[in-house]
């Protein structure tokens, strides 16, 4: 397995040619099989462009090669509207896993959640991958809901 030793986080917004491959990971790993068209993650992606708060996309990239991405969103659970803003949709290619990179890419969404006035994030995940965030100083705040953990993490933790 390849590791990437030297890599950058960076908005979306700075590295739009990244955004079809953002897209195509988020597709491929949440929406395809829910039966949602491709272009319809692209139009998600995309509102990153207009936005100056949320949603906000980072991407991991060594060089010109895509890494991974993380976002911060307003809410990535309907049944949970109270929580807000949602670090969601983490992938890091599989090349490039065991490397820090998914560490950074979450920390990147919660500092600009913090860095918006947040004072707490969000994020849920499958219990096989829960204790991922755990390491990172993530609170689990509930369990399965919809079959996720549900976490936060305080501004200064």
Same mark, same amino acid.
């Given at each position: ?20 491959? *953002?897209?195509?990971? #988020?597709? =491929? ?18 509102? =990153? ?9 980072? *991407? ?11 976002? $911060? #969103? ?12 949602? *670090? ?6 599989? /090349?490039?896993?065991?490397?820090? #990179?998914?560490?950074? $890419? ?13 004072? /707490?994030?969000? $994020?849920? %995940? ?14 689990? #705040? ?5 079959? $996720?953990? *549900? ?5 200064? %933790?």
């Amino acid at each position: 397995m390849a590791t990437h030793k030297t890599y950058s986080i960076s908005d979306l917004r700075d590295r739009p040619d990244f955004a079809d491959d *953002v897209a195509d990971r #988020i597709w =491929n790993a949440w929406w395809r099989q829910d039966g949602h068209e491709r272009a319809f993650v692209r139009g998600l992606v995309d509102e =990153n462009f207009a936005s100056t708060g949320l949603p906000q996309a980072f *991407v991991a990239h060594d060089g010109d090669t895509f890494l991974g991405t993380a976002h $911060l #969103i307003d809410n990535d659970l309907e049944s949970r509207p109270q929580y807000s803003p949602w *670090v969601a949709a983490v992938w890091v290619d599989e /090349t490039a896993r065991r490397s820090g #990179i998914g560490a950074a $890419l979450v920390q990147a969404g919660a500092d600009a959640a913090f860095g918006q006035g947040f004072d /707490t994030a969000y $994020l849920c %995940a499958r219990p096989a991958v829960s204790a991922f965030y755990e390491r990172l100083s993530w609170q689990r #705040i509930e369990e399965d809901v919809e079959g $996720l953990n *549900v976490f936060s993490m305080k501004r200064g %933790a």
